[in-house]
């Protein structure tokens, strides 16, 4: 069995749930447009909890589904799992892939027979047609993010699993930044059998983004720590840990990082497949 661990000084948003009391004001800063969507921490509430069929003990915030005008490659959720509960059979669609990645607790995976156990920063990358099962065998909650995406397979090249933790692997830094702006990748984004790619995008006080970027590929973004002022298709809108951002296709998006701690968000994207017409 494999067991990821991760250092003391890791940080990963994971309040999550409650009810606000009546007393408090209903405006808060969740948009919804068709170039993006902007799900603060505020209303990520006990009440809009969803139940999974195959899974026990276990809740989950949906944070991105396919719908028309937004982002469509992929769905992502928060998953809350209590002591001993879990899924032997917990993806229902044999042509997707998932990838989850671990913010709180400890969550035991089974991928193809191998056993993993996934701490804070702990991820695992599980291809299509996998066999594999969750369960948390710990006395604490295990709140995970699930990406899920149907997979395009490509001639040549086979998905494999992987397994690992964000605190083990090296950070990239971006040209010119003194590694102020920074990206963990934690599948190779050279090996073509991977159609999307999950990152932790790190920027220290004061970086940014200084242009828009405006790219084919769609986004989830979810605030890992941190605060910064994120341009989105026009708008200025300020996000915080714990805030989620749905970006579709070809949004203009660019950021301030305000500090005072680093801004650092969990980045899904779809990649290295060609357009079907």
Not at 29 to 45: D, H, K, L, N, S
Not at 47 to 62: M, Q
Not at 97 to 103: A, H, I, R
Request: charged share 20%; with cysteine.
């Amino acid at each position: 069995m494999s067991k990821t661990t991760t250092r003391p000084d890791a940080t990963y948003y994971k309040a999550l749930g409650g009810h606000p009391p009546q007393t408090d004001l209903l405006t808060d800063r969740a948009i919804v447009t068709e170039a993006y969507t902007v799900i603060p921490r505020g209303v990520v509430r006990d009440i809009v909890t969803s139940v999974f069929p195959e899974w026990t003990g276990t809740r989950a915030w949906v944070l991105n589904r396919p719908v028309a005008g937004g982002a469509t490659t992929f769905a992502q959720s928060i998953v809350e799992v209590a002591p001993g509960g879990g899924s032997e059979n917990p993806e229902p669609q044999a042509e997707v892939e998932g990838f989850l990645f671990v913010v709180d607790g400890a969550l035991s995976l089974t991928i193809a027979g191998a056993a993993h156990v996934l701490e804070p920063g702990g991820f695992a990358f599980v291809p299509a047609g996998t066999v594999w099962s969750a369960k948390n065998d710990g006395v604490e909650p295990a709140r995970f993010h699930w990406f899920r995406k149907r997979y395009e397979p490509v001639a040549g090249h086979t998905a494999e699993p992987v397994v690992g933790n964000e605190r083990d692997i090296a950070p990239n830094p971006m040209p010119g930044t003194d590694n102020k702006w920074r990206t963990t990748r934690m599948l190779d984004p050279e090996n073509l059998a991977y159609d999307m790619h999950v990152n932790i995008v790190t920027f220290e006080p004061g970086a940014s983004i200084p242009f828009a970027e405006t790219h084919v590929m769609e986004h989830g973004l979810y605030v890992l720590e941190g605060k910064a002022v994120y341009r989105l298709n026009g708008d200025w809108v300020e996000v915080q840990e714990g805030d989620y951002m749905s970006l579709r296709a070809f949004c203009p998006q660019a950021c301030y990082a305000g500090g005072p701690s680093n801004f650092r968000y969990l980045l899904y994207k779809d990649v290295n497949r060609q357009i079907t017409l």
